[in-house]
């Protein structure tokens, strides 16, 4: 038996003249976490929406363990969704808000009244369930929606910005939390959000929407390191795109980049990661921790180019450099500043380039 939980294809949703999902198509299998991230307006929320039957598709169909959703209501639905207020009934008790979903079904007091328990344990709020929700604090009233989305065993469970009401140092605490849960129970969930950290900290996989589709889909690993598009490489996390052009590197297995400031020797891409053909025009996508700065001495080693730092940030773990070569700006993080030193504004300094890169074809 397959996997598969969920499969879209093809899934559109139009308002009036305006095209909010475009054809988006994808699968999400039993057991682990897709986050659909992307920048404003491309489309992720309204798709987490029509999974969980808040809206009706245009187009394509959404299947679930191999049926179809289309006419079928959010609360029979086999999916559950938490929202980003956690929308909690006010003058219902902490206990009572997680057996709304269970009193729905009609299930018997005492299966109700124990698997309440059972949640509540789950979620770390053991004794808690007497307590209004204004009672508590924005992880603690997180925690109760999770449990009432938990309490129906969603077959697919939907987080849509769980944790953006959330401040920085709770943010990063319920992420471990969400993410234990969702391995220790086994659960196969679904999280919109828009901070990229979040995505690559708890995902198994993340899509990439652009314009209503899935630019790229694939591990935090791949979207980060191997990014499919420009888009991708520049939506994630902080990058140098270098434009260049590829020709014969100077011996078997290498292959010469010629960039603005020089050219680049690389190791040629294994053939299951064969990037833009020798002779044409290509991006090279480099992270800025990549590069390694030091002072410039002769001769220079193979790869490293001499540069100016233009600007320099302190951040604590890292300093954040822009160094001009030929004129032209680099990004550099050096991390570990106090070991390697600073190098302060208008000093000279050489870059040193890694031999592998990821080359992208150029666009346009």
């Not at 508590?136 to 769980?162: C, N, T």
């Not at 598009?229 to 994630?236: G, H, K, L, P, S």
């Not at 604590?316 to 991390?335: E, F, H, I, M, S």
Request: net charge positive; proline share 7%.
């Amino acid at each position: 038996m397959s996997d598969e939980v969920l499969r879209l294809e093809g899934v559109v949703k139009r308002f009036g003249a305006v095209t909010a999902v475009a054809g988006a198509a994808g699968a999400v299998h039993r057991g682990e976490m897709v986050t659909f991230l992307g920048p404003s307006g491309c489309g992720k929320t309204t798709l987490l929406r029509l999974v969980g039957g808040f809206l009706e598709a245009d187009g394509g169909s959404i299947l679930l363990e191999g049926k179809s959703l289309r006419g079928v209501p959010p609360h029979r639905r086999d999916t559950a969704m938490v929202f980003q207020n956690y929308a909690l009934f006010p003058h219902l008790s902490v206990a009572d808000n997680v057996a709304y979903g269970l009193k729905a079904r009609r299930l018997p007091r005492g299966e109700i009244t124990a698997r309440v328990e059972e949640l509540l344990k789950t979620v770390q709020l053991e004794g808690f369930g007497e307590r209004r929700p204004h009672q508590l604090s924005g992880g603690q009233q997180q925690r109760v929606a999770l449990a009432r989305a938990l309490s129906i065993q969603p077959k697919v469970l939907l987080l849509d910005e769980p944790l953006s009401n959330l401040d920085a140092a709770l943010r990063v605490a319920m992420r471990a939390e969400i993410r234990r849960l969702q391995t220790a129970l086994h659960l196969t969930v679904i999280l919109v959000t828009h901070d990229q950290e979040e995505a690559i900290s708890m995902s198994d996989r993340i899509a990439i929407m652009r314009h209503g589709r899935f630019e790229q889909v694939g591990t935090p690993l791949d979207i980060y390191e191997s990014p499919a598009t420009e888009f991708v490489a520049t939506f994630i996390g902080r990058v140098n795109l270098i434009p260049g052009r590829l020709s014969q590197g100077p011996e078997a297995g290498q292959v010469a980049f010629h960039a603005w400031f020089g050219t680049l020797i690389l190791r040629a891409p294994a053939p299951s990661q064969a990037g833009p053909p020798i002779s044409s025009e290509a991006r090279a996508v480099i992270r800025p921790e990549r590069l390694l700065l030091a002072s410039p001495r002769e001769p220079l080693p193979r790869n490293t180019f001499r540069g100016e730092v233009a600007e320099s940030t302190y951040t604590g773990q890292v300093v954040r450099y822009t160094v001009l070569l030929q004129g032209k700006p680099l990004r550099v993080d050096a991390w570990d500043p106090v070991r390697v030193g600073r190098f302060p504004e208008g000093s000279a300094v050489a870059v040193q380039f890694p031999e592998t890169l990821h080359l992208l074809p150029a666009e346009g």
